[in-house]
């Protein structure tokens, strides 16, 4: 399983990004799909992430700006980021939780991550 992670970059503040992440290789099922950030110093923390029929969750800072959505068809999962703020420069990572094959359980998989910085 590959994980590759694009369209981060510098924005100023106040303006939008949309981070894609397509999974590649043989997966038996996709579980959850999400996107996760570190800045320097900082802990990697949750953003958004998303279950494979549609339900989404949200840290409280990003609510109302960032939109995480999926197509399962192409493996892919997006974060759509507006109304960008400098405290959003960070190192984002997407994650899946998926099945390999039919006798295996449940495991994460992490992508190699993307720098977003977001200027004042």
């Known amino acids: 399983v590959q994980l590759q992670a694009y369209r981060g970059g510098l924005v100023q503040a106040g303006g939008s990004l949309r981070l894609s992440c397509v999974v590649s290789g043989t997966i038996f099922r996709l579980n959850v799909m999400g996107w996760y950030r570190q800045a320097p110093g900082k802990q990697r923390d949750l953003v958004a992430d998303i279950t494979n029929d549609g339900r989404t969750n949200y840290a409280d800072s990003v609510k109302d700006r960032f939109t995480i959505s999926r197509d399962n068809a192409k493996g892919t999962v997006y974060l759509q980021m507006d109304s960008l703020k400098p405290e959003d420069t960070s190192v984002y990572y997407c994650?899946?939780?998926?099945?390999?094959?039919?006798?295996?359980?449940?495991?994460?998989?992490w992508g190699q991550g993307t720098l977003v910085t977001v200027s004042s």
């Open positions: 994650k899946i939780n998926y099945r390999p094959d039919t006798w295996s359980g449940p495991r994460d998989y």
